[in-house]
């Protein structure tokens, strides 16, 4: 049983040491693959779009579906359900799941979640750094809602085209 402040939990550690690509599509697939550890939720194929390994491997339009994935499925939606911004319960790490056993006292965990209007149910906990959900999903949020955006599009638009230059 771990202890946090005076209030107790009944938790078990169960994540993993893992390394993620410095790119904002590679992070947001991070991102989704750390919300589907949490919560039921397995639609529109998404396994594809958790592998953050083969990020590369994604289409411009598998980028953006990816991005509205993110959108989706923000932190607003699972703050304080399934997401805890709790640095104690992930001191050697960034973030850290828990499978849920016997809560007490002032940690309310919720059962299931209505997202997109289905009811998902939760099977695990995260806790995290803030920094961690700055680098995993509001920076690179930010910097694909500008390269989705017209003038996002017309600037990748022109560096393609300065990049294919046949002399």
Known sequence: MAAFGSTE??????????????????????????????????DNNIRRYRNYSNWRNMSDEEDRLIFLLGLALSPDELEDKVFFNVPALCPDSNNEFYEIGQVRRQLVIVQSIVIGGQSRQVKRIMAYRQMWMRRNYYEPMQRLAFRFSPAGQRQEALMRSMACTIS
């Open 9 to 42: 939990y009944d938790f078990k550690k169960i994540g993993r040491t893992t390394s993620v690509p410095d790119a904002d599509i590679a992070r947001i697939m991070y991102y989704l693959d750390c919300v589907c550890t949490v919560i039921d939720y397995d």
